[in-house]
């Protein structure tokens, strides 16, 4: 389980646990609280939510009664996407600092450059905004490290013209089969670490035959392969579950696929349904 333990680090010196666990689409209330409490007696250290998930206060509760120190769990947070404009920023972040209830946020993101519903939209003025907050949000101690989510080159390129502090992290969907070279390659040249949300394509890989029988070679699951691959890539993966079984699956990454295997995985087509890009928000 040793993986639960292991760290990137950021840029600015803060080291962040090589596996997330993901919280979108789990229902607010009691199921996200015991997920996460869950997934906190298993070993993950790494929990990931978002204002627009609506269970930030199940997650601070979890993280408050898991009895582990605050400063040996690692907690992201992200702006809603709609928010453009610095005040609304400063408003969102100060209703998830007080939903959460954990003094501070480990990593602030931007959730999306565009409204959900107006995706490739230009935003490039109101993300310039949103940064100022981001800035004087970290400025403030009250998140240790700021970040976006589905930001593609030329989002990444407005906010580096302008920025006195570097967004550390760009949160994005990435799985075998769709590993958004572009971007991906952008992040690391800036040292932006890349997060993969859907790492199993939300469920989508585990109908793959060839994963399936590569996974057979290592003896493991489809799902423990998808994420080593994406921890193999530098890349680091939020896979979310709720069944006890699945959150203990995830963990058990300790094994290493071949460079040749790697070099498989990493030419294999998209096997995500069709309409999986349009409608995912990560």
């Not at 120190?69 to 408003?91: C, G, H, N, W």
């Not at 971007?183 to 399936?212: C, H, R």
């Amino acid at each position: 389980m040793s993986v639960l333990t292991e760290t990137f680090e950021l840029t600015n010196g803060v080291k962040i646990p090589k596996v997330g666990f993901g919280t979108w689409q789990t229902p607010a209330g009691a199921v996200a609280y015991q997920a996460v409490l869950n997934a906190l007696k298993v070993g993950y250290r790494h929990i990931d939510t978002a204002k627009a998930y609506g269970n930030e206060a199940d997650v601070g509760r979890a993280v408050r009664d898991s009895g582990i120190p605050r400063d040996q769990i690692f907690v992201t947070s992200k702006l809603p996407a709609e928010s453009k404009s610095y005040d609304e920023a400063m408003a969102d972040f100060e209703s998830t600092y007080k939903k959460l209830a954990i003094d501070y946020v480990d990593l602030y993101l931007v959730h999306a450059p565009w409204p959900w519903g107006q995706a490739g939209q230009n935003y490039d003025q109101g993300n310039l905004e949103v940064w100022r907050a981001m800035q004087d949000i970290y400025e403030s101690g009250r998140a240790k490290a700021i970040g976006v989510s589905n930001f593609a080159v030329g989002d990444l390129e407005n906010i580096l013209a302008h920025a006195k502090v570097k967004p550390m992290v760009n949160q994005i969907q990435y799985y075998v089969g769709f590993t958004e070279p572009k971007i991906t390659s952008f992040s690391k040249a800036n040292d932006i670490l890349v997060e993969a949300y859907s790492p199993l394509a939300t469920g989508g890989l585990l109908q793959n035959n060839e994963m399936a029988s590569l996974a057979e070679k290592y003896h493991v699951s489809v799902a423990q392969l998808a994420l080593r691959f994406c921890l193999q890539n530098g890349v680091l993966p939020l896979p979310k579950a709720v069944g006890q079984a699945h959150i203990e699956a995830n963990a058990k990454l300790d094994f290493e696929i071949s460079a040749a295997d790697m070099a498989t995985l990493n030419e294999m087509p998209d096997a995500a349904p069709d309409h999986f890009h349009n409608r995912t928000q990560g």
